[in-house]
């Protein structure tokens, strides 16, 4: 953005904050383009967030993919891929 626009718009807001009257006209024009553009926010923040959600769940099974196939791997390997479920007992004397 460039010096002439913050120029303008600082003379707006001075312009606004000076007269009362033209103020609450301004605010009543305006009120319902920043409804819109808050709908639009909240519509593209929930659109967002979706997308993020799916990604996430795209990464996981890719994720769940590779560790399959790497298990698979090793079994034919002939590795142990099972942990132990207990250890074993000692007798100490």
């Known amino acids: 953005m460039n010096k002439s626009f913050f120029l303008g718009a600082t003379v707006a807001v001075g312009a606004v904050?000076?007269?009362p009257g033209v103020a609450a006209a301004v605010g009543r024009?305006?009120?319902p383009l920043v409804?819109?553009?808050?709908r639009t926010g909240?519509?593209?923040?929930?659109?967002?967030?979706?997308?993020?959600?799916?990604?996430y769940e795209h990464m996981e099974d890719i994720a769940?993919?590779?560790r399959e196939e790497m298990a698979a791997e090793r079994a034919e390997a002939g590795e142990f891929t099972a942990e132990p479920t207990a250890e074993p007992?000692?007798?100490?004397?």
Do not use: M, P
């Open 29 to 31: 024009a305006g009120r």
């Open 89 to 93: 007992e000692t007798n100490a004397g």
């Open 64 to 66: 769940a993919e590779i």
């Open 42 to 55: 909240a519509v593209a923040y929930d659109e967002f967030r979706k997308a993020g959600a799916e990604a």
């Open 17 to 19: 904050l000076l007269v």
């Open 35 to 38: 409804r819109a553009a808050l």
